[in-house]
């Protein structure tokens, strides 16, 4: 079963950076649906319907969010770790 995941992010924000680091070292992003807060229309209405928030980054799996970067990078880790074929740093 392929999980349905989303990542709420803003570009020019350090914490959404780390999230997007951590995404592409692992080889993730083929996986993950990126949202950007200020370019993707409505995600920044999604973001403050499901957290009541506007904080980013904003990790969505299969409709609930994750707040936190390091929250979202342990739960990636936790349940998706890395692809096949991906190079060990």
């Avoid at 709420?8 to 780390?18: D, E, F, G, N």
């Avoid at 949202?35 to 973001?47: C, I």
């Avoid at 499901?50 to 936190?68: H, M, R, S, Y």
Wanted: glycine share 6%.
């Amino acid at each position: 079963m392929t999980l349905k995941l989303e990542l709420i992010h803003k570009w020019a924000c350090p914490y959404s950076a780390r999230v997007r680091d951590f995404i592409e070292e692992r080889g993730l992003q083929e996986r993950i649906a990126f949202q950007e807060v200020n370019e993707t229309e409505g995600a920044k209405d999604r973001l403050v319907q499901l957290t009541g928030k506007t904080q980013v980054p904003c990790l969505v799996a299969e409709g609930e969010p994750i707040l936190e970067s390091k929250d979202i990078i342990e739960w990636l880790d936790r349940n998706l770790g890395s692809t096949q074929g991906a190079v060990p740093a």
